[in-house]
């Protein structure tokens, strides 16, 4: 469960080119909730997803993740709970390392890096059994360099190797968004069932209408950096694209 | 002595450098000029250390962990500072100069009948030890980065000069990640020093000057071989850096013994470091 209490961000302040990307926004997420957010571009979505996930400090406010504040924590630090899944299909894999090497990472994410070796046949046959289930055939390439596959692959690579290790929070900015569309269905249909195999908090920032009304349990329109318009879990079934499409105006 | 063997035994004396430029170019993209800093660095705590009579072993500790506050040193002012990592380097390449001379005394010192890594095995005439010595420690470090860099650890490491963001996503600390690196780069480099000073017989202040180039040199020719492999194999890449070194030093005596002005050396140097960086470059495009 995630809490986001009366946060707020400007960036550059003082200055000529102060953006307010959000104001005073209060948000609970709760186990199991897969919530979208839409809005225009520069309405504030990815700098509420980068304030949850760290990357950003926000200037005012709170995070509140299972009952710790982690306010003050810094993206590495609150890895123990949040998973990411970029929007740059290579940023969530390590281009040079193999698929091994990659996953063992994912599957310590919690955890701190020591001076251990970690991939024994057991973790190699347990990969082997995970990376099946996105039937790729990447199950017989786990030496090789993640570089040396699609961007389609990595990002599924990285939707795995999100639900690796102990998540209970996936945020996804913009996961399909340089992905080609019979690709991009599938990601997000994995993405889909990983969230509901794993009782997750979900976060998704996009721009795909049909994503949000398909797999949004709770739909979020964002404008000037706040909170301009919910559907929650009762009137984001009766929500049709042809609705949204009309608050981007 | 053979004028060839020299160059081996050069070659295997700086490959511990060139595994630390492996560490600061191949895994972060930091071409790390410290470099020309903490070999000195390396090369003056041994020689102080040795005519004062410390034990070659104690006076090795000494010389890493110089070369450890080095890396350390450029780590933090590019990570904390947010200093381009470049600068970095030469901002403490420069400052070591004045530590340099200052724990020196003077700009040079001879080491003579002091005892030396190559005194600690028996002598015997029918061995080099000074061969045998580079040998072993150069195994050595090879093993162990071997090691290090298939620990989770290592690993994470690795991931660290590819993508910034899906390493902290991971939880890692990026920036304790690069210090930690430069470190260890800076930490093998200062082990060349130490090895090399003591073959040649002197410490001199001005003996790093553009050395960084000569490690840059064996990791892109171990870089350019292991392309023929088209491996991605860790061990032979740590080999392959060695080979580099060695590679790199018969060269230049190559060129030497066959009538060229050692006033242009260094020329050459950068000449042949700039035709193999732009024939990998060729050979990554067309892959």
Not at chain 2, 185 to 209: C, E, H, K, P, R
Request: glycine letters at 8%.
């Amino acid at each position: 469960m995630i809490t986001v209490k009366n946060t707020g961000h400007i960036f550059s302040p003082g200055t000529p080119n102060a953006i307010t990307a959000l104001r005073d926004v209060n948000l609970q997420l709760n186990k199991g909730d897969f919530v979208v957010v839409l809005g225009s571009n520069g309405s504030g979505k990815s700098t509420l997803l980068n304030a949850i996930a760290g990357v950003i400090i926000p200037d005012q406010g709170q995070v509140i993740i299972d009952g710790n504040d982690v306010s003050d924590l810094k993206d590495f630090q609150r890895s123990k709970w949040i998973a990411r899944v970029f929007q740059d299909p290579l940023a969530g894999t390590a281009a040079d390392l193999s698929i091994l090497d990659n996953l063992r990472l994912a599957s310590i994410r919690t955890q701190t890096k020591n001076l251990n070796f970690g991939i024994n046949d057991k973790f190699k046959s347990q990969v082997a059994d995970a990376v099946s289930v996105l039937q790729l055939g990447l199950e017989n390439k786990l030496n090789q360099p993640v570089g040396t596959l699609s961007g389609g692959q990595r990002q599924a690579l990285t939707l795995l190797m999100a639900v690796m290790d102990n998540a209970s929070v996936l945020l996804m900015d913009e996961p399909t968004a340089a992905l080609d569309p019979a690709t991009a269905a599938r990601i997000m249909q994995l993405a889909d069932n990983l969230v509901k195999k794993h009782n997750l908090t979900a976060m998704l920032v996009t721009h795909s209408l049909k994503d949000a009304v398909k797999y949004g349990n709770r739909i979020i329109m964002m404008k000037e950096g706040a909170v301009f318009k919910e559907w929650d879990k009762a009137t984001c079934k009766e929500v049709t694209i042809e609705e949204l499409i009309t608050y981007y105006e | 002595m053979d004028f060839y063997t020299a160059a081996l035994l050069q070659g295997l004396g700086y490959a511990a450098m060139g595994l630390g430029i492996f560490i600061s170019l191949k895994i972060f993209n930091i071409p790390d000029i410290t470099t020309d800093g903490s070999y000195t660095l390396g090369g003056v705590i041994t020689a102080v250390g040795l005519v004062s009579g410390w034990h070659p072993l104690l006076t090795l500790l000494f010389v890493i962990s110089g070369g450890v506050l080095a890396g350390i040193a450029t780590g933090l002012i590019h990570t904390k500072l947010k200093v381009n990592s470049l600068l970095a380097g030469i901002l403490v390449m420069t400052a070591l100069y004045s530590v340099n001379l200052g724990i020196m005394g003077r700009p040079n010192i001879p080491l003579i009948n002091v005892n030396s890594i190559f005194d600690l095995l028996p002598a015997s005439e029918s061995i080099n030890m000074e061969l045998i010595v580079f040998l072993l420690t150069v195994l050595l470090l090879v093993a162990a980065l071997y090691y290090l860099l298939h620990t989770d650890f290592g690993i994470a490491m690795r991931a660290t000069g590819n993508s910034e963001r899906m390493v902290r996503a991971m939880g890692i600390n990026t920036g304790v990640m690069m210090i930690t690196g430069l470190a260890l780069a800076n930490g093998l480099t200062a082990i060349s020093g130490f090895l090399l000073v003591q073959y040649q017989g002197f410490a001199d202040i001005n003996m790093g000057i553009g050395i960084v180039i000569s490690g840059l040199a064996s990791v892109m020719i171990g870089e350019a071989i292991a392309k023929m492999f088209n491996s991605n194999n860790i061990l032979l890449q740590l080999v392959l850096v060695v080979a580099g070194s060695i590679l790199f030093r018969l060269i230049l005596a190559g060129a030497l013994s066959s009538g060229l002005n050692p006033n242009y050396l260094k020329l050459v140097t950068a000449s042949l470091v700039l035709v193999v960086l732009v024939l990998t470059k060729f050979k990554r495009s067309r892959s």
